[in-house]
């Protein structure tokens, strides 16, 4: 039977929330998209903080207004829902169908601050590299059948584990409050973080049936809990909620998300800006590879289909181009979601598809959108470290399926070397090199590890088997 109809006509139960299509009830199915949006909503709006704070107005040299910084705080919102949309439901060839989560990609960061600071390309020539960008990555996606016999069953693993390696870090900078905060590591931090953990463990294992899943829902919120009462008795400032009411003066209640066409900073484009973040998207593929790959091994219990991940990547590129057009950097699959996919095994469509829509009402509702903006970095932390840690995991389950001789060995060994110790070393190890290759890969393990272990299974001599 197709799965579509199969959707349509199936009886709405609780059992559904393990199985990939079915509806749900939204008793069960707002809990558990809200979960999967609380974990990554802070990491969502991240990287557009730190890019448009920096970005540089196009001729004048001004820097964006904290009012338009807080609209495309709010598209954010709304692309990363339309994207996640796209992920579940395909219009035509783009999109998976599987339980993937987009957000805002951290991996965009080196490269969009070199072109919005650039007071001759500025945030508008950024909007048009990043429109451009996303369509030459779903472009790419969509002929996936073509190159997928290049990403080997040992490229894919060592991807995926790179992935989680590289969120290691994010995790615990969390936990210890923030990166870049003045009092990062303080007690407070480090004791919330712990209680968050805690309160996620206990609750794995004491609550019955599908509720057990939705022990990252309860750890923020007791986290949330204990942020307050330390903040109200003047023991630590956890949460700060002048950030609502800064919001409701500057944009107010509600508020449409704009498209950038429609403001004062409209996009150009330009050559040299679009190939400086192209090969960007090109990792940024590379991810979103091993993160479908991930869910499907790790919470389908199979391996990935070609149209899955034709669709994945096209919605990795178009989605990006859409967040564009509404002033923002460009989307990718979240790592964090596809952690705690892999980790409930809820992987309903449904349900996620409600977390997108809560993504898309908090969009409508600035306000609301701020108030969760206000969650505590240290309750994050404490509920994604595993989550993080589970990536790894699935990697790991997947390399042991490879074929362990001399060149697997290789193979892995040289890619992790040099992807992960590129990001290690003391100093700019491509300081001869332009800036832009050395943004690419001394802080982003997932993009030298997928180069290294690609070139690799290319050139590397394949074993001749003995009789």
């Given at each position: ?329 460009p989307l990718t699959s979240f790592s964090q979601n596809v952690g705690l996919v892999t980790m409930t095994k809820v992987i309903n469509r449904f349900t996620i598809f409600i977390g997108a829509l809560i993504l898309i009402l908090a969009s409508l509702f600035p306000p609301l959108g701020a108030f969760f903006n206000s969650l505590p970095q240290a309750v994050l932390g ?86």
């Amino acid at each position: 039977m197709n799965p579509d109809k199969e959707e349509r006509t199936a009886a709405v139960s609780e059992e559904n929330i393990y199985k990939l299509n079915g509806r749900v009830p939204l008793r069960k199915a707002i809990p558990f998209g809200l979960q999967h949006v609380l974990a990554m909503f802070v990491s969502n709006l991240a990287p557009v903080l730190i890019v448009c704070s920096a970005a540089l107005v196009r001729g004048s040299g001004d820097h964006l207004t904290s009012a338009e910084i807080t609209q495309l705080l709010q598209c954010a919102m709304f692309a990363a829902g339309i994207g996640t949309c796209m992920q579940l439901y395909p219009v035509w060839k783009i999109g998976s169908k599987l339980p993937i989560v987009m957000g805002v990609s951290f991996t965009f960061l080196g490269s969009l601050l070199i072109i919005c600071t650039n007071p001759e390309l500025g945030y508008e020539g950024m909007i048009g590299a990043v429109i451009a960008g996303g369509i030459f990555e779903g472009l790419v996606g969509l002929s996936a059948k073509y190159w997928k016999r290049f990403l080997t069953p040992v490229v894919s693993a060592c991807v995926v584990i790179a992935i989680g390696l590289s969120l290691l870090s994010v995790g615990m900078d969390s936990w210890g409050g923030g990166s870049g905060v003045e009092d990062f590591g303080a007690w407070y931090h480090l004791v919330v973080g712990v209680f968050t953990l805690i309160v996620c463990l206990v609750s794995r294992y004491l609550l019955k049936g599908v509720y057990k899943n939705l022990n990252i829902l309860v750890g923020l919120i007791f986290g949330y809990i204990l942020s307050i009462l330390f903040t109200a008795a003047g023991i630590a400032p956890m949460i700060d909620f002048s950030g609502i009411s800064q919001t409701i003066e500057e944009v107010g209640f509600f508020s449409l998300p704009k498209l950038v066409f429609f403001t004062s900073h409209k996009p150009v484009f330009d050559l040299g800006a679009f190939f400086t973040i192209a090969i960007v998207f090109l990792v940024s593929a590379a991810e979103t590879t091993g993160a479908t790959t991930a869910v499907c091994t790790g919470a389908l219990g199979r391996d990935i289909k070609m149209e899955e991940l034709q669709g994945s990547l096209a919605v990795d590129g178009f989605s990006s181009a859409i967040s564009g057009c509404f002033g923002c950097p460009p989307l990718t699959s979240f790592s964090q979601n596809v952690g705690l996919v892999t980790m409930t095994k809820v992987i309903n469509r449904f349900t996620i598809f409600i977390g997108a829509l809560i993504l898309i009402l908090a969009s409508l509702f600035p306000p609301l959108g701020a108030f969760f903006n206000s969650l505590p970095q240290a309750v994050l932390g404490g509920c994604t470290v595993m989550m993080f840690g589970s990536i790894m995991y699935e990697g790991i389950k997947m390399l042991k399926d490879c074929v362990f001789d001399d060149r697997t060995m290789i193979i892995v060994s040289l890619s992790f070397c040099i992807g992960v110790g590129l990001t290690q070393t003391s100093g700019n190890f491509f300081s001869a090199f332009p800036q832009a290759v050395g943004d690419i890969f001394n802080g982003n393990a997932v993009a030298g590890v997928f180069v290294i272990s690609l070139l690799l299974s290319l050139f590397l001599p394949k074993e001749k088997k003995t009789k």
